[in-house]
């Protein structure tokens, strides 16, 4: 079985890399599931329910979220689909914590998989969430059955993103980093779960990780405290990663990066 876990999609740009590269992948790799972070879709915040619509008609089955899930009101509709996880360890007590799921099950060439969002301790959220890693611990004990378990880690530092790996290898098939959009080189299989500290973004290269860079570049010298996260209009990437698992064993066989510049014709 091959999935393909493509990352976070950032803007115009990065749903335009999805309209142009998924239908050619999904086809050389013989994809059979397509999972997608889309915290980012719609403007550079969150998902709209037109651009929720739009992915699903490009052949994106699943989606998973982070940080930037709430900005837009309508996700709260998004957030009713059967096809979406948000971060699992947002509070309960808290309106956010109120809709949506954390984890969904869902069934492919009779295999049963689990999809699982999380966000870290380490990406700002405003002290919305939970510490992951207890109430994943906890989790798991309940849920552990199903044939191959994907895990979307949300989180800032690479080095929280590896210390989930160490606590949860062995324990999950895929643990997927996102948030950051650099896609990192350290793809791997440990004890039989397949690894990346960041799968990478899918938007307009050229700026800052998908973002225009003028406000961005007056906070780093000092100009400004704040930017914009405004979505680049600049050629695109394609950042994914296919996960093989083996059919008899359900164990991770291969984890591959995908990493596609738009080609830009120069007169």
Same mark, same amino acid.
């Given at each position: 079985? =091959?999935?393909l876990?493509?990352?976070d999609?950032?803007?115009?740009?990065?749903?335009?890399a999805?309209? @142009?590269e998924?239908?050619?992948i999904?086809?050389n790799?013989?994809?059979?599931?397509? *999972?997608?972070n889309a $915290?980012n879709?719609?403007?550079?915040r969150?998902?709209?329910?037109?651009?929720?619509? $739009?992915?699903?008609?490009?052949? *994106? =089955?699943?989606f998973?979220?982070?940080?930037?899930t709430?900005?837009? $009101?309508e996700? +709260?509709?998004?957030?009713?689909?059967?096809? %979406?996880v948000?971060p699992?360890?947002i509070?309960?007590t808290? $309106?956010?914590?109120? +809709?949506?799921?954390?984890?969904?099950?869902f069934k *492919?060439?009779?295999? /049963?998989i689990?999809?699982?969002?999380?966000?870290g301790n380490?990406?700002?959220?405003?002290?919305?969430q939970? @510490? !992951?890693?207890?109430?994943?611990?906890e989790?798991?004990?309940?849920?552990?059955? #199903?044939?191959i378990?994907?895990?979307?880690?949300?989180?800032?530092?690479?080095?929280?993103?590896n210390?989930?790996?160490l606590?949860?290898?062995?324990? %999950?098939?895929? *643990?997927?980093?996102?948030?950051?959009?650099?896609?990192?080189?350290?793809?791997?299989?440990? #004890? @039989?779960? &397949? +690894?990346?500290?960041?799968v990478?973004?899918?938007g307009?290269?050229?700026?800052?990780?998908?973002?225009?860079?003028? /406000?961005?570049l =007056?906070?780093?010298?000092?100009k400004?405290d704040?930017?914009k996260?405004?979505? &680049? =209009? &600049? !050629?695109y990437q394609?950042?994914?990663?296919?996960?093989?698992?083996?059919?008899?064993?359900n164990?991770?066989?291969?984890i591959?990066r995908?990493?596609?510049?738009?080609?830009?014709?120069?007169?």
């Open positions: 079985m =091959n999935i876990f493509i990352g999609i950032f803007g115009k740009q990065g749903r335009k999805i309209r @142009n998924l239908p050619k999904i086809k790799e013989k994809i059979d599931c397509v *999972i997608a $915290e879709t719609t403007h550079g969150s998902l709209s329910i037109k651009h929720y619509n $739009e992915l699903k008609q490009l052949g *994106i =089955n699943y998973t979220f982070g940080n930037h709430w900005y837009l $009101e996700i +709260y509709d998004v957030l009713k689909q059967k096809d %979406v948000r699992m360890n509070k309960k808290l $309106e956010q914590g109120k +809709y949506g799921t954390g984890s969904i099950v *492919i060439k009779n295999k /049963t689990r999809l699982t969002n999380l966000i380490t990406c700002d959220v405003h002290d919305l939970e @510490n !992951p890693f207890p109430l994943f611990e989790f798991l004990k309940k849920h552990h059955k #199903e044939d378990h994907i895990v979307d880690f949300h989180t800032e530092t690479t080095s929280e993103k210390a989930f790996l606590t949860f290898a062995n324990k %999950v098939s895929a *643990i997927i980093g996102t948030h950051t959009h650099i896609q990192t080189a350290d793809e791997r299989i440990y #004890e @039989n779960t &397949a +690894y990346i500290t960041d990478g973004m899918n307009g290269t050229n700026g800052v990780i998908g973002a225009e860079a003028d /406000t961005i =007056n906070m780093f010298m000092g400004s704040r930017f996260l405004t979505p &680049a =209009n &600049a !050629p394609f950042n994914a990663v296919v996960l093989s698992f083996d059919d008899k064993t164990k991770p066989k291969d591959k995908i990493f596609i510049r738009e080609k830009v014709t120069t007169k």
